[in-house]
C-alpha cells in the first residue's frame, strides 16, 4: 500500500538557519502530497500542498517540491524562527475519498 | 472561520468502560475522519465516513466503532476501552470541493487506566 517516510527527528537548529526535512513517499498512480504543521497544543493545518509533478508548495517562507522521479517532497525554509517550532508530517493523498496517509512526523525545535 | 470541534480535551477512563469521543464540523463538510496518533507512529486513520449513516474502516479499525446519524457530527465510540487504546485521537473533515485540506480539531487525549 501507499507509504510515507520521513526523517526522524528532533530537528534541532539556532534561529536563522536553513531548514530541511526529508519526505519520500510509495504510491501508485499520481499522488497528491502535502506538508502539515502540528504547534504545541493543537490539531494539524496545512501547511502547503502539491497536486502533480514539478508543483512547488509555498507558504510562511516554506517550500516543498514535488519531484516524481525520486519520489519525495522534501520541506525547506531559509531562515527557520522561534516561532516554526512543531511537528511537522508529510503526508499524500491517493483516493477519491481524500484519505490522508502519513509520516511520522518530525519535531522541529528552534533555539533563540 | 472554519471550525471542528472535540467533545473533551482530556478524558480519563478505566479498563472495560465504553467511550464516546465525539466531532463536530460547522463547514458542511462530507467527509469525516478519525485518527489516532501516537510517537513514532504518526497519524493512523481508525474509520471515515463519507455520507450520513455511511462509513469504512480505516487501517485500525479493532476495537473501535463509529456513528454518523447527521452530517456535522461523526463520533468514535470504543466499546470496551483497553489500555492499549490509550492516545491522541484527532477527528478531521473536508469537503468534496477538491480543496485537498483536511481541517483538524484541537485532539482528545484519551488515557485508558
Known amino acids: 500500500g501507499d507509504s510515507v517516510t520521513q526523517m526522524e527527528g528532533p530537528v534541532t537548529l539556532s534561529e536563522e538557519a536553513f531548514l530541511t526535512i526529508n519526505c519520500t513517499y510509495t504510491?501508485?498512480?499520481?499522488?497528491?502530497l502535502f506538508w502539515y504543521v502540528q504547534y504545541p497544543g493543537e490539531g494539524l493545518q496545512l501547511l502547503l500542498k502539491a497536486t502533480k509533478a514539478d508543483d512547488k508548495g509555498s507558504n510562511k517562507g516554506f517550500e516543498a517540491t514535488y519531484r516524481k522521479e525520486t519520489t519525495s517532497f522534501h520541506l525547506e525554509k531559509g531562515s527557520v524562527q522561534v516561532s516554526d517550532s512543531a511537528v511537522y508530517f508529510c503526508a499524500l493523498s491517493n483516493t477519491g475519498f481524500q484519505k490522508l496517509v502519513f509520516g511520522t512526523g518530525t519535531r522541529l525545535l528552534v533555539s533563540p | 472561520d472554519v471550525k471542528v470541534t472535540q467533545s473533551s480535551r482530556y478524558l480519563v477512563k478505566r479498563t472495560g468502560e465504553k467511550v464516546f469521543l465525539e466531532c463536530v464540523q460547522d463547514?458542511?463538510?462530507?467527509?469525516m475522519f478519525w485518527y489516532r496518533q501516537d510517537p513514532g507512529l504518526g497519524l493512523r486513520l481508525i474509520y471515515f465516513s463519507y455520507d450520513v449513516k455511511m462509513k469504512e474502516k480505516g487501517d485500525i479499525p479493532e476495537g473501535y466503532s463509529v456513528s454518523r446519524e447527521k452530517k456535522e457530527r461523526f463520533s468514535l465510540i470504543l466499546e470496551s476501552a483497553s489500555t492499549n487504546q490509550t492516545s491522541m485521537y484527532l477527528c478531521a473533515s473536508i469537503g468534496l470541493a477538491r480543496s485537498y485540506e483536511q481541517y483538524f480539531g484541537p485532539g482528545t487525549r484519551l488515557t485508558v487506566t
Open positions: 463547514m458542511d463538510h462530507e467527509n
Open positions: 504510491a501508485t498512480g499520481y499522488p497528491s
